[in-house]
């Protein structure tokens, strides 16, 4: 079985003449029919290759996992173990190895009912309720709205009808919300939670591309049919427009790939697909 990543990480080790940091090559493994949950480390790529792991840790001993930041250009993650044993990592990759680790340790908190759905939050800027910390959340659907929760709390929610647009990349998922912000997170499957907020939400037939210093990469934008803001970089007071075929700064913002997109002639609104808005090109900065 392919293991669910492999990253270059560090651990802190014990040593007879103090303490230090130690770098392996990690493949990180969740549970299957061919092996336990667990994480091989690996002293080089020759090894790897040849899979001949230096140390295997088993997550199936892991009873709870903590991001950590000191200081440190990297926050620490804390693997507590059964026997009250402590392993601390850091990785370049964090959220990634963040996501990894809680997806193979706890498979059963990742298998949600068919209106929730596991998320890693990634804190960002440009939330306003700048307080929550990164971790393990699900968003869950209701009639009335989507919400963020934590366990069995409820730490935001969101109305349909405030969530402007949504936003889906490899593993990313964000969603921007009027008075809110934009909230991003870490996903298996981003595409499903926005096929699933359709049931919800009316989307545009066009895609265009948002102006905003995110934390995670998107190539794909679904913006809210209803009504849309006139601004894509002012989330927490947004003026809005109807869209009766009149384009907005959303669409007049688009980056030209976009435009090169199959959109059906209905998208364009009856507004005339002229040679100036094709050649129209603007840089999207996605961090």
Same mark, same amino acid.
């Given at each position: 079985?392919?293991? +669910? *990543? ?7 080790? &014990?040593? #007879?003449?103090?303490? /230090?940091?130690?770098?392996?090559? =990690? ?118 709205? +989507? *919400? ?7 730490? &935001?929610? #969101?109305?349909?009808? /405030?969530?402007?647009?949504?936003? =889906? ?119």
């Amino acid at each position: 079985m392919d293991p +669910l *990543s492999v990253l270059k990480i560090e651990i802190w080790q &014990q040593k #007879f003449f103090g303490k /230090d940091w130690k770098s392996y090559i =990690a493949a990180i493994f969740g549970e299957s029919e061919f092996g336990r949950a667990r994480i091989e480390l690996f002293t080089s790529p020759k090894k790897i290759k040849a899979m001949e792991p230096h140390r295997t840790i088993l997550l199936d001993q892991c009873i709870a996992i903590k991001s950590l930041r000191n200081g440190e250009e990297h926050p620490q993650i804390r693997l507590r173990m059964k026997d009250d044993a402590e392993l601390r990592l850091r990785c370049d990759q964090h959220s990634q190895l963040m996501t990894c680790l809680s997806t193979a340790a706890f498979p059963k908190k990742w298998h949600f009912s068919d209106d929730e759905y596991p998320v890693l939050l990634v804190p960002s800027t440009l939330t306003t309720k700048r307080n929550l910390a990164e971790g393990n959340y699900s968003l869950r659907f209701s009639k009335e709205d +989507l *919400s963020l929760t934590h366990g069995n709390t409820q730490v &935001q929610h #969101f109305p349909y009808h /405030d969530i402007l647009w949504a936003a =889906a990349g490899e593993n990313s998922l964000g969603i921007a919300v009027e008075n809110c912000g934009l909230y991003e997170f870490i996903c298996d499957q981003p595409l499903l939670i926005i096929d699933h907020m359709r049931n919800y939400i009316r989307f545009k037939n066009s895609f265009p591309a948002v102006r905003l210093s995110t934390k995670r990469k998107y190539n794909r934008f679904y913006h809210q049919a209803r009504e849309i803001a006139t601004s894509g970089s002012d989330l927490s007071n947004s003026k809005k427009k109807n869209s009766n075929g009149v384009r907005t700064d959303f669409e007049e913002n688009a980056d030209s790939e976009w435009l090169r997109l199959p959109v059906p002639p209905k998208a364009l609104n009856g507004v005339e697909h002229n040679e100036r808005r094709i050649d129209h090109s603007v840089e999207v900065n996605n961090h």
